[in-house]
C-alpha cells in the first residue's frame, strides 16, 4: 500500500499500523489486503466487484474493518458489499471511505452496502468518509446503503463527513420486520462550494419495529445541504426523525422530513431546526478569552459529537 492509503486508512477507520481480526482494503478499484476469521468470512463476489462478509450464527464482539480508499485523480470506484449477519450474533463494521486527489480529473467511490440481519441479529455500523488532497479535481462518495432487519434485529449506523468532499449523494434504505429497531447518527459538515444530499427511506413493516434518525450538520462558507427522509409506518410502530442545521456564512440547507402512517396504531414525528449561531453563545464564550472564530468553532464542534 502506497503512503497516501495508509494516511487515509488511519483517518477513517483510527487503527495504526497493522490490522486485526477480519478485514479487507481496497485501494484504487482493488483489493490490497484481506483476512478471515472464524467467525468472519471474506470473500469476493462472483458477479460484481465487492465483498461477501459472513457472520456466523451467535458470533459476539468481533469488529470487521472494510476501509475504501482512492488515492488519485481520475478514478471512479465502484464496489458491492453484502453482509450476511447470522441469527443472535453481535459485531461492529467500520467501512470507512477516503478520496485524494492532486489533479484535475474527479476521483469518485460510490459503495452499495447490502445488509441481512437474521433474528436477533445486533450491528453496529460506523463509517466515515474523508476527502483529501489539493488538486482542483472533484472528490465524490455516494454510498448507498440497503438493509434488511428480521424479527428482534438491532442495526445501529453511526456515519461521518467532516469536510473536503466536494459532493455526495447518500442513500439509505431499509426494510424492518417485527421488533427489529434501527438508529442512524448522522454528522456533516461542507464547506466552501461543497454539497452534500441525504436521503433515507425506513419500511416499518413489523409490529413494534421502530427507527430514530438524527442527522446533525453544518454547512458553511456557500455550501448546500439537502436532507430527505420519509417513514413509512405499516403497522403498530414508532419512528422519529430529527435533522438539526447550523449555517455559517453563506451556506444553505434545506430540510424535507416526510412521515406516512398506513396504520392507526403507528406512532410517527419528525423534527427539523435550522438556523445561525446564537450571538449570546458566541458572547458568552469569548468573555473567556476566546476570539470569534475559536468560539464559532468550539459551538461548531460541540454540536457535531452531540
Known sequence: MNPITQKLLEMVTGVKGAFEGAFSIREDGACAASQSTRNVSITPKKDAPGLVVRVRPGTQGERVYIPACVTHAGVDDLVYNDFLIGENAQVTIVAGCGVHSDGEEEARHNGIHRFFLEKGAQVRYE??????GRGPGIRRI??????????????????????GVDHTLRTTRAQLGPRARLVIRERILTDGEEQAQTDFS?????????????????AKGHSHQQYHSKISGNCRCTGHSECDAILVGQGTVNAAPELYAGDVDAS????????????EQILKLR????TEEEAEQRIIDGFLRG
Open 202 to 218: 425506513v419500511e416499518l413493516n413489523g409490529e413494534d419495529s421502530g427507527v430514530d434518525l438524527i442527522s446533525r450538520s453544518v
Open 127 to 132: 463509517e466515515k468518509h474523508i476527502g483529501d
Open 268 to 279: 410517527l414525528i419528525h423534527e427539523a431546526a435550522i438556523g445561525k449561531i446564537a450571538g
Open 142 to 163: 455516494d454510498p448507498v446503503t440497503d438493509a434488511q432487519l428480521a424479527q428482534d434485529a438491532l442495526l445501529e449506523m453511526d456515519t461521518v463527513q467532516l469536510g
Open 287 to 290: 468573555t473567556l478569552g476566546l
